[in-house]
């Protein structure tokens, strides 16, 4: 028997109101998501003999240009100092970590991946490619919408304090959104490499990136929300967009 179009339980005015069925279904499979991502990284690190906060660890040392101090670590993962403590202190153990003295202060302990941890930060590297074959199954269109809406999930998830912040375009110095309205394809600019870009080359974490003040950050990422058919894009302006 076909199923008829699900419809609120209540009509009561007096009970508070259902929740968006759209933003539930949406919640819900984020969750999915969330949840096959942890698989696959317990699937992948578990043989390994490594919890994914201490996977986690050596993909950040792996990625990060200079020894990072221990509350860098814990930001980094949006974890507590003892959470992020007792995976480092593992990883020592283990002899993929090792302390070592902070450039610019030193009495302070800086955390860097040894020869091993390197190898086994690399041998991790498959998370990327395991979310990569998923999104590969959406159009060219569709994979630019997502990247957009993520930008502004991790925009929000910022702003509430639950995650550390990222490198991305929406609060970086050198992004000037809808700089060229006219062009469809390539409407955003960035300042560093003075190129125009579009949704589809949006960055979360890019190695040039510089951070911008928070008001001006701010007013840049209300412009980049906007849309052609939101109508005027040149209001705010940023200091410096071209
Ligand atoms: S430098 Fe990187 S983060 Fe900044 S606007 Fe350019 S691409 Fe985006």
Redesign the pocket.
């Known amino acids: 028997m076909p199923r008829s179009t699900p419809t609120p339980r209540s009509t009561n005015p007096d009970a508070d109101p259902a929740p968006d069925p759209l933003v539930q279904q949406v919640g819900a499979g984020l969750f999915k998501l969330g949840l096959a991502l942890r698989t696959h990284a317990w699937r992948e690190n578990g043989p390994r003999g490594l919890t994914p906060t201490q996977a986690q660890v050596l993909a950040l040392l792996h990625a990060s240009a200079v020894p990072l101090r221990l509350s860098a670590v814990a930001d980094g993962l949006a974890v507590t100092l003892p959470t992020a403590s007792d995976a480092v202190k593992a990883l020592v153990a283990k002899g993929f970590v090792e302390k070592t003295r902070a450039d610019d202060d030193g009495r302070a302990i800086a955390l860097t991946l040894t020869a091993l941890g390197q190898d086994e930060a690399r041998r991790g590297e498959s998370g990327p490619e395991f979310v990569a074959a998923v999104v590969d199954a959406l159009t060219p269109d569709e994979q630019a919408a997502f990247l957009r809406s993520l930008t502004k999930m991790v925009h929000t998830l910022q702003e509430r304090g639950d995650i550390a912040p990222a490198?991305?375009?929406v609060s970086?110095?050198?992004?000037r959104p809808w700089a060229h309205p006219e062009d469809g394809e390539r409407p955003h600019h960035?300042?560093?490499?003075d190129a125009p870009?579009g949704d589809r080359?949006?960055?979360l974490d890019?190695p040039?990136?510089?951070q911008e003040i928070d008001d001006v950050a701010e007013a840049r990422f209300r412009r980049f929300e906007k849309t052609p058919s939101d109508g005027d894009l040149t209001a705010p302006r940023c200091a410096g967009a071209p």
């Open positions: 490198r991305m375009c970086c110095q050198f992004f960035c300042a560093f490499v870009f080359a949006l960055r890019c040039d990136y510089l």
